[in-house]
């Protein structure tokens, strides 16, 4: 299946914890994005890669450090985890010219 | 900055009961508009893009058209399966492709 695909899919995890979130994609798209959905449901961008390289970098803490080894994969890392990371975490991908997005099905983290 | 307002925040239908969802927006140049339908535990799922006011889609039941301040996504005879929250989103010419999505309006129909 074409598709973007996260692992895992629930986090459960203590403060202070560090954790990551994996993402890939099989569309061949350029471009990679990590958005965050709150509890009230609005979606906002937290960072972009193109062909590997940082597009977008929202006013995010610096704990969260994206990683893309390639243009398939774009993988996000938190550190010293805190109540307020609670959220569920979307991976999305498009390609240049085709403004439309492809997302994942999200990853819940709870932190306890 | 950005902005991307939708209303009403919740809308219950019986089936077969039209209505439309609103989405008002401000941005500085608009690329694109994006609806986007949104179960619950998954993603959002792409539904249309709009480029210039006047412009109009259609997929099945719903149909979405553009006017330079406003959305509207328009669901004609909708069924229980079209339950689901629906998302507006604004992509900004000149902008690095990034979406400004609305909160959503949660559409429940019931049969």
């Known amino acids: 299946d074409t598709a973007v695909s996260q692992t895992p899919k629930y986090l459960v995890t203590q403060m202070g914890n560090d954790k990551s979130i994996k993402c890939e994609q099989n569309l061949g798209h350029d471009t990679m994005y990590w958005y965050k959905q709150d509890s009230k449901k609005f979606l906002k961008i937290m960072f972009s890669?193109?062909?590997?390289?940082?597009?977008i970098n929202e006013t995010v803490p610096n704990r969260f450090s994206p990683k893309s080894p390639d243009k398939a994969h774009l993988n996000l890392h938190i550190n010293s985890l805190e109540l307020g990371d609670s959220a569920v975490y979307f991976c999305a991908s498009s390609q240049t010219g085709n403004y439309g997005y492809t997302f994942g099905s999200g990853t819940r983290l709870t932190v306890v | 900055e950005d902005q991307v307002t939708q209303s009403p925040e919740a809308l219950r239908l019986q089936e077969g009961e039209s209505s439309s969802l609103n989405c008002s927006y401000t941005v500085s140049g608009l690329r694109g508009l994006f609806w986007y339908r949104q179960d619950p535990g998954k993603g959002p799922e792409f539904l249309f893009t709009l480029y210039s006011a006047g412009e109009e889609k259609e997929k099945e039941r719903l149909k979405a058209t553009l006017t330079k301040k406003e959305s509207f996504l328009h669901i004609t005879a909708p069924k229980p399966e079209d339950s689901a929250t629906y998302l507006c989103a604004v992509q900004a010419s000149g902008s690095a492709r990034q979406l400004t999505f609305g909160s959503g309006t949660q559409l429940t129909v019931l049969p």
């Open positions: 890669y193109n062909n590997k390289e940082l597009i």
